[in-house]
């Protein structure tokens, strides 16, 4: 899925470490994980919401479409 996650590069513009957001936000540490690593499916619009109000940030920010040939170059690092 040419889906780009980047949730970890705001995080570190936040400087907020994972455990932090997983309790701010009221997901597990291991689902965002799974979305940190862009291993998710889906994600909830809830859970995106309150991604956005703890990271003060855009949808956006956190998602990115990208080519099928620029998805295959991020996979692949």
Known sequence: MPIK???DRMM???QVKLTE???RVGITLANLSILKT????AV???????????LR???????E???D???EEISLL
């Open 5 to 7: 996650v980047n949730l």
């Open 12 to 14: 570190l513009e936040r």
């Open 21 to 23: 957001l997983a309790d």
């Open 38 to 41: 862009g291993k998710a499916k």
């Open 44 to 54: 909830r619009f809830s859970t995106l919401e309150a991604l956005c109000r703890e």
């Open 57 to 63: 940030c855009q949808p956006s920010d956190l998602l």
């Open 65 to 67: 479409y990208v080519s």
């Open 69 to 71: 040939d620029e998805f």
